[in-house]
């Protein structure tokens, strides 16, 4: 069982490039999530996605797209990377939303490690 | 704004003893989460704690969750090397059914 897999797992990128992170999950999950975790720090919601479709903006949008064409697949856009975006990423998916009864939890993909030079 | 904070946001104890990790979290919120990060890699879901009083125990680990105090505390007994880690704490945001607010993390080191 997969779970959640992200791709690539490190990346080193130029200011000004731009490059998608890819998340995909085999658990048949409908919410999916980007997250950002800077040295230190506690993870912040970059954008989610609640069904095929939609998709909305969490604590730190800016600089990020995303799209949700299938259940399975959740990829981040990084346009015109900066230096402020290095950081690792992580994707996550839950079969509930958290909130609702239930556990809520997220599973976590392994992370993906971008530098912007 | 909702806030949540760990402490100590680091830890260096030896194995066979006691320890908590505390989470305070700044407005009401009914449901808590502990996850697990080992160095590079990804996080693990510990324990959700879903009401007032809730107490949930795997090992040597057992979490709590007082809403009134908006107080959470995981306790690592008899610690083993194992048990390394950071530990993070997530809080539901009241209103949005879909963002956790995260905790620092709180940086566990266990000594032989």
């Known amino acids: 069982n997969a779970g959640v897999t992200q791709t690539p797992k490190f990346r080193i990128l130029k200011i000004g490039q731009s490059m998608t992170l890819q998340c995909t999950q085999d658990?048949?999950?409908?919410?999916m999530y980007w997250y950002r975790q800077d040295p230190g720090m506690g993870l912040k919601l970059i954008y989610y996605?609640?069904?095929?479709?939609?998709?909305d903006k969490g604590e730190v949008p800016n600089g990020y797209n995303v799209s949700r064409s299938t259940t399975e697949d959740f990829p981040l856009r990084l346009e015109l990377a900066a230096p402020s975006q290095t950081s690792v990423y992580f994707c996550?998916?839950?079969?509930?939303?958290?909130?609702?009864?239930?556990?809520?939890?997220?599973?976590f993909g392994e992370g993906s490690r971008l530098t912007v030079l | 704004e909702l806030k949540v904070e760990q402490n100590p946001l680091f830890l260096s104890m030896q194995e066979g003893k006691n320890y908590t990790i505390y989470c305070n979290y700044s407005?009401?919120?009914?449901?808590l989460y502990w996850y697990r990060q080992d160095p590079g890699k990804s996080l693990e879901s510990l324990f959700v704690?879903?009401?007032n009083g809730a107490v949930k125990q795997e090992g040597r680990l057992m979490a709590s969750l007082d809403t009134k105090a908006r107080l959470s505390t995981l306790h690592i007994t008899a610690a083993v090397h194992d048990l390394s880690a950071t530990y993070f704490c997530?809080?539901?945001?009241?209103?949005?059914?879909?963002?956790?607010?995260w905790g620092a993390g709180t940086k566990l080191i266990i000594k032989p």
């Open positions: 997530a809080v539901d945001k009241e209103g949005s059914n879909y963002q956790l607010i």
């Open positions: 704690l879903l009401s």
């Open positions: 658990m048949n999950h409908n919410y």
């Open positions: 996550a998916s839950s079969p509930k939303r958290p909130g609702l009864a239930g556990t809520g939890e997220l599973f």
């Open positions: 996605s609640v069904g095929a479709g939609i998709t």
């Open positions: 407005t009401t919120s009914d449901r």
